[in-house]
Each structure stands twice: as structure tokens, then as C-alpha cells.
């Protein structure tokens, strides 16, 4: 199977001219190991390779020989390599040595040592839209922070088609599959998960059942700000309960497997007097989990409109996760006690930041450029800058910047 280039390619390249390793990041079957294996020079594969026990027990340093950068895939298994990598990076005194993929996090024993100055972190999601070449480009995220013009051909839309997206997700192993064999894919990942991921992580034996209908809760509650006690009563059920404790423990195993990423809440200084919200909103690594989870065909995700636009916006983040990481933006949401409420805030490291609504259809988009709007002037400009970009990302139409600036971007034509 061909190859799709991917935005990580390009933060690998740098991570390896600045540090002495670098560590990928990201849940399994997101393309981690492929990405690394076209830049390494040699490979270990700590799952399958039957010799890298017997290396560890004699002498963990067997298995870092090879010309650089050599990856260690899936290292997390043998989370002592961790310190030996880091002693020889010290030895060699020399840049991209070392390549580390792993699709879980593992305890912070394990990673005592930070590597501060000798490891660059990064982290890996699924295929963007644009990776995925169902984005034409012709838009990219850096030119509506500029100000630059920007125009689109108006996109091709139908309820069906965003669904089977959505279905597909961003899987790397999905390339020229249908949505059925998406259907099967996500729901086979959705039950490894809770019969055995969940388990390896949290390092006892956990009720597979109880993880199931939880991740379904969590799938159920995706793109809202559902507490941990509404997830766990939603999960219990009215025969059974699932106290916090259980629950937070379920959500932090899924958390290491990186199957669950919040978009946390965006603290700016504002005029208003209403207090700021700053409960998390709840997204998986892929939008399509949640479909595997409950069992939701794309056929069937096409008569739900309203699940479909919890998707939709789900997916909107992930996407611009992907494309604001390029260049080391991070991406947020704003909500404050009067109920204003903002989907996604990008805000780059030189203090850059832009505001973002998702709507799936273009009859939405006047409303959501006038909170928008009213949103930037509730900002104290005086100890936070003025945005520099206010946008509606939506499901169709073409892009273009309205009379009042407000920039309209269907996701189909966004890039990084």
C-alpha cells in the first residue's frame, strides 16, 4: 500500500536535528511505526521480536546497536530501555539517535528520568482530512492566521458522504476500505480495548463489560463537557453502578492508551464578570470509535443528524489538532457561566491565537460569525491580543472572508 505523506513527517525531520531522540506518541494503528520506519535506518520491534528479551536480560545496550536513527518500536514494553537510551545518547553526544514509538504511556516510574534535553516528544493522531486526501489544501490554517486572501471551488457534500468519513476515520489501514470493513475494524479496536488494553495498562484485571459500556458513554457524550459521575451513572445503568473511583480509573487507562484526548478549557482575561468553565470537553483520538463502540453503521449515522454533528465537530478538532501541531499550536475550547460557548480556540506558542466555530451546513454560518464576534469582544485586550483569526468551519460551500472578517472554511479544503 502506498505510502500517504503525513504532517508528522516534516515534526520528525525536526525533533531529530534538536534532540538526541524522539519519542512518537499515539494510540495504536495511527501510523506511528510506518511514519518512523521511513525515516529510521534501522528498527527493533520490542512486540515481535523474540530476541529483544533475552538483549534486555543480558545487556539492554544489545539492543540500541545499530546505525542511527534506529527505532524502537513499541518500547513501552520494556520501559528500562528508556534510561539505557538515555545514557548512550549522553555517550554519543550527538543528535537523532534514537526513535521511540509507543501506543501506550507508561508509569511515571518508568520515565523518572525526563530526558529534558535529550528527548523531543511528539504526538501522533489519526490522518487529518488533508492527509487523507479528502481536503483539497487549498486553504491552510497558517494563511487565515496571516490574513492572507484565500478562495475555494465550492465543495461536494451530501449527509451520506460526510457519514461514511466519518466512518473510516483516519486509519492509516483503512486506506481504500468501505465503511463496512471500517464498521468492523473500529468495533474489533473498541473490544481489544476493553478485554485486554485496558488491563495491560492499568495493570489488574478489569470487568471487560463495565469498560465497554463506558467507552459507549464516553461515545454517547462526545464533543460535550459530560462530567465523570454522568459518564459513570450513564454507564451503570438502571441494574448496576459504576462508582467515580472505578470510573476515573477507567478514563485514565484509556488516557494512557491515548484512545481518549480532552480538548481542555481556554482561560483567556475577559471583560465580562461571568466566571469561566473549565471542565474539558470529551473527544476520542478518531471519531469513529464512538461508532464502533455503540454500533452505528455510516447508513445508519446518516439518520441521526444530531449525532452525526457531535461527529462532525469532533472530527473539526482533530483535524485542526493535526494541522495547528505543525507548528507547535495547541487547541483549546471556551465556555464561561453565562452560557457563551466557543468549539475550539488554536493558540500558538508566540501568543497567536484564533477562535473557531463548527457548523456542519452554510445556513448555521451567520450565527456562528455573530457569537464569534460577540465572543472577541468580550477579550480584555489589554492582557490578552486581539485574535487574529475568527473562522466557521462547515461541512460544505466554499471558502471565503466575510464583509465583518469572519473567515468561512469547509473542511474539505483545509490544510495545515
Given amino acids: 500500500m502506498a505510502y500517504y505523506p503525513r504532517i508528522a513527517d516534516a515534526v520528525l525531520t525536526k525533533g531529530l536535528t534538536s534532540s538526541g531522540a524522539v519519542l512518537i506518541e499515539g494510540a495504536k494503528g495511527c501510523g506511528k511505526t510506518e511514519t ?13 521480536d523474540p530476541d529483544v528479551a533475552i538483549k534486555m536480560d543480558i545487556d539492554p545496550n544489545l539492543v540500541l546497536n545499530g546505525e542511527a536513527p534506529r527505532l524502537l518500536d513499541e518500547w513501552q514494553l520494556f520501559p528500562r530501555i528508556w534510561d539505557f537510551a538515555r545514557r548512550e545518547i549522553d555517550k554519543r553526544k550527538k543528535k ?19 530526558g529534558a534535553g535529550r528527548f523531543s516528544v511528539m504526538r501522533m493522531r489519526p490522518m487529518s482530512w ?15 492566521f496571516d490574513g492572507d486572501a484565500f478562495q475555494s471551488a465550492s465543495t461536494d457534500f451530501s449527509i451520506e458522504g460526510l457519514s461514511e468519513k ?10 481504500g476500505e468501505n465503511s463496512a470493513a471500517a464498521f468492523e475494524f473500529t468495533r474489533n479496536y473498541v473490544t481489544l480495548i476493553a478485554e485486554v488494553d485496558v488491563d495491560r495498562v492499568s495493570e489488574r484485571r478489569r470487568n471487560s463489560l463495565k469498560v465497554l459500556r463506558f467507552i459507549r458513554s464516553l461515545s454517547r457524550n462526545i464533543s460535550t463537557e459530560a462530567s465523570v459521575r454522568a459518564i459513570a451513572s450513564d ?5 448496576d453502578t459504576l ?8 478514563l485514565q487507562a484509556l488516557e494512557r492508551l491515548m484512545v481518549t484526548e480532552n480538548l481542555p478549557a481556554w482561560n483567556p482575561h ?3 464578570s461571568a466566571a469561566l468553565r473549565k471542565s474539558p470537553k470529551r473527544h476520542f483520538c478518531d471519531p469513529s470509535l464512538a461508532l464502533g463502540a455503540l454500533g452505528i453503521t455510516a447508513k445508519k449515522l446518516a439518520s441521526d443528524l444530531n449525532f452525526l454533528g457531535m461527529l462532525f465537530e469532533s472530527v473539526v478538532i482533530r483535524d485542526l489538532r493535526v494541522y495547528a501541531w505543525a507548528d507547535g499550536g495547541s487547541v483549546s475550547h471556551y465556555r464561561d457561566a453565562s452560557g457563551h460557548e466557543v468549539d475550539a480556540i488554536i493558540e500558538f506558542p508566540d501568543g497567536n491565537w484564533g477562535a473557531f466555530e463548527v457548523k456542519m451546513g452554510m445556513g448555521a454560518v451567520d ?14 485586550t489589554s492582557k490578552t491580543p486581539a485574535a487574529s483569526a475568527l473562522c466557521v468551519i462547515t461541512g460544505n460551500g466554499f471558502a471565503h472572508r466575510r464583509s465583518d472578517g469572519v473567515c468561512v472554511i469547509p473542511l474539505a479544503t483545509l490544510r495545515d
Fill in 36 to 48: 518512523a520506519t521511513r525515516t529510521a535506518k534501522s528498527d527493533v520491534h520490542f512486540d515481535t
Fill in 270 to 272: 475577559i471583560r465580562s
Fill in 96 to 114: 537523532g539517535q534514537f526513535i521511540l514509538t509507543g501506543s501506550a504511556t507508561p508509569d511515571e516510574q518508568a520515565r523518572r528520568h525526563s
Fill in 367 to 380: 450565527q456562528a460569525a455573530a457569537n464569534l464576534l460577540a465572543f472577541a469582544e468580550k477579550i480584555d
Fill in 235 to 239: 454507564a451503570g445503568g438502571s441494574d
Fill in 130 to 144: 488533508f492527509e487523507r486526501e479528502w481536503s483539497s489544501g487549498e486553504v491552510s490554517l497558517k494563511s487565515i
Fill in 243 to 250: 462508582d467515580n473511583e472505578t470510573a476515573s480509573a477507567y
Fill in 166 to 175: 466519518i466512518a473510516l476515520g483516519g486509519w492509516p489501514g483503512l486506506i
